[in-house]
């Protein structure tokens, strides 16, 4: 009988054979481990960039997204339980989709990127890395939706492949990760600043919960953090909760504990900060930091006005914003 | 007095066309029975699963 040691993520699942790690899709199979969902996504669909949310890569694309089972995180306010808390066997639907046959389907169905998402995409890498590559080689860009609970090597390799990231932090304190996600926050920082170190794009969302992540100071220590480690033109992402899973006990997040946050956040000297979740709210929209000027303006995940200029800067005071506004910024002109 | 026609040379064409229909609709009454009932085959091929990066012989030693 030989165990295995998962060395994908923080956790280091020893796994012995004919078991799952705690993500429960990769299994130990004769003393090797198997990616059990690969090429065997259950999610599919397409969908606009801002519901990522990325709000400064290629805006507007619409990009074929998928996820398989299973998450190595286990947030009690998960939004996608039904795919994240559940293993390959237990979906209702799985689709047979090799990556050549995952990016020929993209291509046909006009999307220039793929976003691996809904669950942690972490949990299904080989999928993605594997994808991903081929995807570069027809000019598709990838987007990589994650909490970045995982290890410096596989994220150092996969950066290699990926385009944009949006990464959760879920709060500024480790307690938080460890009750309500069941993870830890030192791990998920030092991959954010692996992120940026690699010259990925990352965007940042903080999802507020009532009660449990809201706190003024927390906000404002999570804001600077990502000021002085990221830079202040990482756009910040601010999220309503809404009751769901196991945590249907808490309200949804007031809109002025959104307006705080943000607030906090340009206090402290971020950019771009957001509002998410919330219809029609100005934070949805993209402003230049430096004259104010309506950049992107946004409801929900339409675009209602565009006044960017084709190399990404305000066409009144020409500053530069920050993000991947062209697909020729990633891959060149189109020969 | 009327005759009745004489179709005796017609009659072994008629027996053959009800034969086939009779031998279709038994058919398709016991094709869906016969598939049901077919006995379970194992899988003729295993979906191989792919081998994961990232992980290593556990020493449970160490």
């Known amino acids: 009988m030989t165990a295995v040691t998962c060395e994908l993520c923080p956790r280091g699942c020893v796994i012995p054979e004919g078991a799952a790690g705690d993500c429960r899709i990769r299994v130990n199979l004769g003393g090797r481990l198997r990616a059990t969902t690969y090429g065997r996504p259950s999610a599919v669909h397409i969908d606009p960039m801002e519901k990522k949310p990325l709000y400064h890569f290629l805006p507007g694309a619409p990009v074929f997204s998928i996820a398989t089972a299973g998450c190595n995180l286990h947030c009690l306010n998960c939004q996608n339980w039904q795919l994240s808390q559940r293993g390959g066997e237990e979906m209702e639907e799985i689709y047979r989709l090799d990556p050549p046959e995952l990016v020929r389907a993209a291509r046909e169905e006009g999307c220039r990127s793929i976003a691996y ?15 991903a590559e081929l995807a570069h080689a027809q000019r598709l860009a990838n987007c990589f939706i994650t909490a970045a609970y995982i290890n410096r090597e596989p994220l150092r ?9 949006n990464a959760d932090l ?17 791990p998920v920082l030092d ?17 507020l919960i009532p009660t449990l992540n809201d706190d003024p100071a927390m906000i404002r220590r999570l804001a600077r953090w990502v000021h002085d480690e990221l830079g202040p033109g990482t756009p910040l992402h601010f999220s ?14 007031p809109v002025e ?26 934070g949805n929209s993209t402003y230049c930091p430096r004259d104010g000027t309506l950049l992107i303006g946004r409801v929900g995940f339409m675009i209602t006005h565009y006044a960017l200029t084709p190399d990404g800067r305000c066409p009144s005071c020409n500053e530069r914003i920050p993000g991947v506004w062209r697909s020729a910024e990633l891959f060149g002109e189109q020969p | 007095m009327t005759r009745e026609p004489d179709r005796s040379s017609r009659q072994p064409e008629r027996r053959r066309v009800l034969a086939l229909l009779g031998g279709l609709g038994t058919l398709g009454l016991l094709l869906p029975w016969l598939r049901t009932s077919a006995p379970a085959r194992p899988v003729q091929r295993e979906i191989s699963l792919h081998e994961a990066d990232f992980y290593r012989p556990h020493d449970l030693a160490g």
């Open chain 1, 117 to 131: 998402t809904y669950s942690d995409p972490i949990v299904f890498y080989e999928y993605v890395y594997d994808t």
């Open chain 1, 157 to 165: 390799k996969l950066c290699g492949v990926i385009d944009a990231v």
């Open chain 1, 257 to 282: 504990t959104l307006d705080l946050a943000r607030r906090e956040a340009k206090d402290v000297g971020m950019e771009h900060v957001y509002v998410g979740n919330v219809l029609g709210h100005e």
């Open chain 1, 170 to 186: 879920k709060a500024f304190d480790d307690g938080f990760y460890r009750r309500v996600n069941g993870a830890t926050l030192k």
């Open chain 1, 191 to 207: 991959a954010l600043v692996t992120m940026r170190e690699e010259g990925v794009w990352l965007e940042v969302t903080n999802l």
């Open chain 1, 240 to 253: 309503r909760f809404q009751p769901l899973y196991r945590m249907r006990n808490l309200p949804p997040t």
